[in-house]
């Protein structure tokens, strides 16, 4: 007798008789193998259903609907469809349950609970559509202070004294998260970095190497060096704007990598440098990371290595101490810094870290944030919050919270056509995305992926540039840490203690 238990599927895949053609387009393009023909008419097996949509949308005659099965399971307060489900599946199989994407527990989003600030009689708005408005940002460490030098000799000749460290300059303070060649599929990347180069903002290579068809993008790319090292030559390293040491990511806190072997094919294996067929593994920990010291060793050693030309930054995942953790980081050296909160995206973690480890990124980044103004830090380096920044009113909430740029990954792959069907892991991304199977990847046209990537975008610094006028700023620099222009309206008065940010009303 089989240990897994028999339970109603969570969707019901439901086709209208009448309308259906029997054109077969759905059972084509269902890379879930959920639909069939069984000669007769279109059937469904509900419980490989994971409701991607990709039937709904390819059916030429509009009759195919996914519903949430009513009959799945009955409700109970404690013990909800989720826990239930969690524990027949680990009880069926004795296994680490997987998932993709972020943290879908229901818990209150903070951002939600702050609301931003407007000019009214005494301060006057600005027009951002007759006025200037500037979101451009510098990326890098920057000095404490500018010293000149002048001419004993000639009073009027003044020269700069203060040496600076590498910086470039960003149109928007957005950047597109960490997602490697391997989790994403190629042409999904080639989107995110063509839309990314157009934009003059910023993309995370993830953790699997740079192929050589990105050196081009270079310029927008910062380059990612995690406990697995995976391609990481002299090409990688010079090939970027700036480069990360992961040390954390916000969906897996103090957890590594794997890539199954059935997804690293000869594109993979030449990018990663591994054998074509084999796990790509990510130890827990950097084995040659064991205190800030040795951190501010391999800090030192990337600025050698790339001549001093571009700045080297370090990625954490938020955690209860990330503040104490963070001035360490820009003590050793480092010129940028990332925080990544708990909802942040993954295309594989176990679920028990994903949705219980970590803290929010909107506390984590004020607490960072506030520590580093503490010890005199605070504007020496660049600082980045990632971990559900959904849409532009995160992004602006996240700067005035302390942040200088924001990272997003999910909002890039919704726009390219991502359904968040959490099931990344799988390989078998019927909108060619998360897959390496290359009639799944064709599914994804280049073209039309990079221009809904550069329109998201484009709107959301667009209406960056509305909030910054209504509030009377005219640069975003302006915004950031400006934590009063913020008021919180939650039902928990010690996150706004937290947040340093007053109560609606005060």
Not at 75 to 91: C, D, F, K, L, M
Not at 133 to 145: A, D, L, M, Y
Not at 372 to 401: P, Q
Request: aromatic share 6%.
């Amino acid at each position: 007798m089989s240990l897994q238990h028999s339970v109603p599927s969570y969707f019901h895949v439901k086709v209208d008789r009448e309308l259906c053609k029997k054109c077969k387009r759905c059972t084509n393009h269902c890379s879930y193998e959920a639909l069939s023909f069984n000669g007769e008419r279109i059937v469904s097996d509900d419980p490989k259903c994971v409701a991607c949509q990709r039937c709904v949308a390819m059916c030429p005659a509009g009759a195919i609907r996914i519903e949430k099965n009513d009959s799945y399971l009955p409700p109970h307060g404690n013990y909800t469809r989720r826990i239930r489900n969690v524990i027949w599946s680990q009880s069926g199989d004795g296994g680490v349950l997987l998932s993709a994407t972020g943290n879908d527990r229901p818990i209150r989003t903070i951002f939600d609970d702050l609301l931003l600030d407007a000019c009214q009689v005494t301060n006057p708005s600005i027009d951002p559509l007759r006025e200037t408005i500037e979101t451009k940002v510098f990326f890098g460490r920057k000095p404490k202070q500018i010293v000149f030098s002048e001419n004993a000799e000639n009073p009027n000749e003044i020269s700069l004294k203060t040496e600076f460290m590498p910086n470039f300059e960003i149109d928007s303070p957005i950047m597109v998260g960490h997602m490697s060649l391997g989790s994403i599929s190629y042409n999904a990347c080639m989107a995110i970095y063509q839309a990314v180069k157009e934009l003059k903002i910023l993309a995370g290579s993830g953790e699997g190497g740079l192929h050589k068809d990105f050196y081009e993008y270079g310029p927008n790319i910062i380059t990612e060096i995690a406990s697995g090292r995976f391609g990481v030559d002299i090409n990688y390293l010079q090939n970027a704007a700036g480069i990360e040491i992961k040390i954390g990511q916000g969906a897996k806190p103090g957890h590594g990598g794997h890539l199954p072997g059935e997804k690293v094919n000869s594109l993979i294996s030449e990018t990663r440098m591994i054998p074509k067929g084999s796990d790509a593994l990510s130890p827990y920990p950097h084995h040659d990371i064991y205190s800030i010291e040795d951190l501010a060793q391999l800090i030192s050693a990337l600025k050698e290595a790339t001549r001093y030309k571009v700045p080297i930054g370090v990625k954490i995942a938020a955690v209860h101490n990330s503040a104490p953790i963070a001035v360490g980081i820009v003590r050793g050296g480092a010129d940028f810094l990332t925080i990544d909160g708990f909802r942040g995206g993954t295309g594989a973690a176990p679920r028990i870290i994903r949705d219980h480890a970590g803290i929010p990124i909107e506390l984590a980044i004020a607490a960072v944030d506030s520590r580093l103004r503490e010890e005199n830090l605070r504007d020496e380096v660049t600082l980045v919050a990632g971990g559900s920044i959904r849409y532009s009113a995160d992004l602006i909430k996240a700067i005035a919270l302390g942040a200088d740029v924001g990272m997003c990954s999910m909002p890039v792959l919704i726009a390219m056509g991502c359904r968040v069907c959490q099931q990344c892991f799988r390989g078998l991304c019927s909108w060619g995305i998360a897959t390496q199977q290359e009639y799944l990847v064709k599914r994804l046209d280049i073209d039309v992926a990079r221009n809904r990537i550069i329109n998201l975008f484009h709107s959301w610094n667009e209406e960056l540039k509305e909030v910054l006028g209504a509030m009377g700023i005219d640069s975003v620099e302006s915004l950031r840490s400006n934590r009063d222009r913020l008021r919180y309206i939650g039902p928990n008065p010690k996150i706004a203690d937290i947040l340093g940010v007053k109560h609606a009303g005060e």
